[in-house]
């Protein structure tokens, strides 16, 4: 099993910036990609963006504006998320996956609201 706890949510204006975090535990040594995914209210859950050894990728909507990064040393996953609009608001979901076995598992942490308002 894997344990994922997210921080760094919380209330900022238009404009301002946040950074997230997401600390992992347990057997992470068959992790191969993290990844942030965030849902906002009435909608699904989408990627933001991911890192892993097929790189990094974001959606189209956070590019230009989101940096996604990962500390080895420490297991602990970011994403720095600058020009903030109230169309980021939503609820932010570290995710982890590993592939063992030829088997896919997908890790989540509990999510961490982010809100984007005046």
């Known amino acids: 099993q894997v344990h994922l706890v997210e921080s760094g949510g919380g209330l900022v204006q238009p404009g301002g910036s946040l950074t997230l975090s997401c600390t992992a535990s347990g057997e992470i040594l068959n992790i191969n990609s993290r990844a942030w995914y965030r849902q906002a209210p009435g909608g699904q859950r989408v990627m933001v963006a991911s890192i892993g050894r097929g790189g990094v990728k974001y959606a189209d909507s956070v590019k230009g504006r989101f940096t996604i990064s990962m500390d080895y040393t420490k297991n602990t996953l970011s994403l720095q998320m600058n020009s903030l609009t109230p169309e980021d608001t939503a609820v932010y979901y570290c995710?982890?996956?590993?592939?063992?076995?030829?088997?896919?598992?997908?890790?989540w942490g509990r999510g961490t609201q982010v809100t984007v308002s005046l």
């Open positions: 995710n982890a996956q590993e592939s063992l076995y030829g088997l896919i598992n997908d890790f």
